[in-house]
Each structure stands twice: as structure tokens, then as C-alpha cells.
């Protein structure tokens, strides 16, 4: 049985997890420290139950999304991006075809 130290919420937590469990507990921690310094700055000095509490329905309400199958912002955002470059890639190859100056 191995032994991992977790942080979240500016706490340190000792957990026991199987052998090799170790690096993706502390991945998890990580997201749900990160939710709970959001969860903190949304509730302010609200105590640590309700912050960790609402860090938790952050972490769940993204689930929630990506079971829906709700759009990621940041593919989206990607996926914009993508387009964009594509579009300036077509223009500069019409460009060359054409024999004009690129910018």
C-alpha cells in the first residue's frame, strides 16, 4: 500500500492508495485545489467546508457538461483559431498561385 500527500484548499491530506495510484491522485488534488481556490475567490472567507463544497460543484457542474456533451469554450476557442489559420493559409496559397506579393 503506498502513502500519497495530498494538498488542496491550502491543506495537506495523507492518503493510502494502491501501488502506482499515486501520480493520478495527485493530478486529481491538483484540479480540485485549483476549484478550490476558485470556489475562494467566489465565496471570499466563506469557511472551508462550504469552499470545498462549492469546489466540488464546480468540478461536478463540468462533468455534467461534458457527459451533455455541452461544447468545451476552449475547443471552441480551438477550433476558431483553427478556422482563422486555415483561412489566412488559403488566401496566402491563392496569392502564390496568382504570382502577387504576400504580406
Do not use: H
Request: proline share 5%; aromatic share 0%.
Amino acid at each position: 500500500m503506498a502513502q500519497v500527500k495530498l494538498i488542496v484548499g491550502g491543506r495537506t491530506y495523507d492518503l493510502a492508495c494502491r501501488d502506482g495510484e499515486e501520480p493520478r491522485l495527485e493530478m486529481l488534488a491538483q484540479m480540485l485545489d485549483s476549484k478550490a481556490r476558485d470556489a475562494g475567490q467566489l465565496v471570499g472567507s466563506a469557511n472551508e467546508t462550504r469552499q470545498l463544497l462549492l469546489a466540488g460543484l464546480l468540478l461536478a457542474d463540468e462533468l455534467s457538461d461534458l457527459r451533455s456533451g455541452a461544447p468545451d469554450p476552449g475547443k471552441a476557442a480551438l477550433a476558431r483559431t483553427l478556422d482563422q489559420l486555415a483561412e489566412r493559409v488559403e488566401s496566402l496559397a491563392e496569392r502564390l498561385e496568382q504570382g502577387a506579393p504576400t504580406p
